[in-house]
């Protein structure tokens, strides 16, 4: 089956993944696609397995007797929990001529050039859209389509000589937890790409340093009629605190490399007020020193206050993969050629957040992210392009072509 068809067949499965969820995968539904992509892979002559939490592994074994690297293809079978991936109804518009999209005419759900100007790269093409009431689900299934495309193209075509490739198709990876139960030593490959990006020609390899930040502040509550240097409020601890940290360094002020700390959930009244941040840095020792900041500002306001006034706990939780992924730059040099040799100038973007891949590449397995031709992930607006999901499969090819010469 070409790759677009199985795109369409993949988006037929609801694989919303649960983030509330206490099982792994989060979402028995996740299973039903895993588990065609496993009889899909044994149907083509592949050695394949499902395990328990329901990773799909599977290996095509290298045809040359030339020492060629072992190089597994990731993507994820889940959604995101964002939008609903319930009876996707894709509909195909041809030779896309740079207007409006109706996506819904009931609705009256668009997708209009003016707000989302990716689409203007694809006039001319085949889009792939939903009917405005879920998402697609190219994320990732456009990646999954890809890699069974692939491997079906080199069975196919046994005169071409390949290393070994090892399929894996995670679950969960949109609520942060698609390498929790990976068992890497069953993967076995020297390094592999995550195909999970978004336009073809993209390699990403660069993301945030992570780690999260929860804050205590322990006030004094004293009747406010009676206060007068006797109270101290918790929640006025917590804006001080604030207010110690880089006014600058916000979500919202910063972009490309800016680092920044994000208060994402405060509660509190005056006696006790918790507070929770993350902080996010491409560079490692930014990332320390934003890390020092929120230190120094418990130092200072608990010599100001008193001992334990407030208390800062922070834990690392990813890092960036660029920082490991030097020691293997070929993977890069050679996603890179592969683009050019395509006539695509790499599109080269620091990842404003985690990857599988880059959890992965912690793990042992150096993994770069690439891109699938798809856009607007986690809505409504999700859409696919066919011609650069067919771009993204031979430059894939020729990657793994490269590896063989
Ligand atoms: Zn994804």
């Known amino acids: 089956m070409s790759l677009i068809p199985r795109f369409l067949r993949y988006v037929q499965f609801d694989t919303q993944s649960d983030p509330h969820s206490t099982t792994y995968p989060s979402s028995k539904k996740q299973l039903e696609l895993s588990k065609l992509l496993l009889k899909e892979l ?6 394949a397995s499902i395990d328990e939490f329901g990773y799909v592994i599977g290996k ?3 045809n040359s007797t030339k ?16 939008a609903s991936g319930y009876n996707v109804l894709p509909s195909i518009v ?11 005419k009931e609705k009256n759900i668009i997708l209009d050039p003016s707000v989302f100007s990716n689409l203007r790269r694809h006039i001319g093409s085949d889009l792939i859209t939903t009917d405005g009431t879920t998402l697609l689900g190219a994320d990732d299934k456009a990646g999954v389509a890809i890699i069974m495309a692939l491997v079906e193209y080199y069975i196919q075509n046994p005169s071409i000589p390949h290393g070994e490739l090892v399929v894996v198709f995670t679950p969960d990876e949109e609520v ?9 030593s069953k993967v076995g490959a020297d390094f592999g790409y995550t195909l999970d990006g978004s336009a073809a020609g993209e390699i990403a390899y660069e993301n945030f340093n992570a780690a999260s930040a929860v804050i205590e502040f322990n006030g004094k509550s004293v009747h406010p009629g009676s206060a007068k240097h006797k109270m101290v409020n918790a929640i006025s601890l917590a804006m001080e605190f604030d207010r110690l940290l880089s006014s600058s360094a916000r979500p919202e002020l910063t972009e490309k490399y800016e680092g920044f700390n994000h208060l994402h959930f405060i509660e509190g009244m005056t006696e006790v007020t918790k507070a929770e941040y993350i902080i996010r840095n491409h560079d490692k020792t930014l990332f320390q020193s934003q890390k020092d900041e929120f230190v120094r500002a418990e130092a200072f306001l608990n010599a100001k206050y008193g001992k334990n006034t407030v208390k800062v706990t922070i834990k690392d939780s990813y890092f960036n993969m660029k920082d490991l992924l030097v020691n293997h730059q070929e993977i890069i040099d050679v996603a890179k050629d ?10 080269i973007e620091p990842i404003r957040g985690g ?3 880059a959890r992965l590449t912690y793990m042992g397995l150096p993994c770069p992210n690439l891109g699938t031709g798809c856009y607007n992930f986690h809505g409504p607006y999700e859409y696919a392009s066919i011609q650069e999901m067919n771009l993204s499969l031979v430059i894939l090819k020729t990657i793994v072509e490269h590896f063989s010469l």
């Open 176 to 184: 942060g937890k698609g390498t929790d139960h990976l068992d890497l």
């Open 67 to 82: 020492k060629i690297p072992s190089i597994a293809l990731v993507a994820h079978v889940d959604t995101s929990p964002d």
């Open 355 to 357: 990857t599988d891949g």
């Open 338 to 347: 592969a683009i050019l040799a395509h006539g695509i100038t790499p599109i």
């Open 42 to 47: 044994i149907d083509l002559g592949i050695r």
């Open 60 to 62: 095509l074994p290298s």
């Open 94 to 104: 041809k030779n896309y001529d740079g207007g409006v999209i109706v996506l819904n």
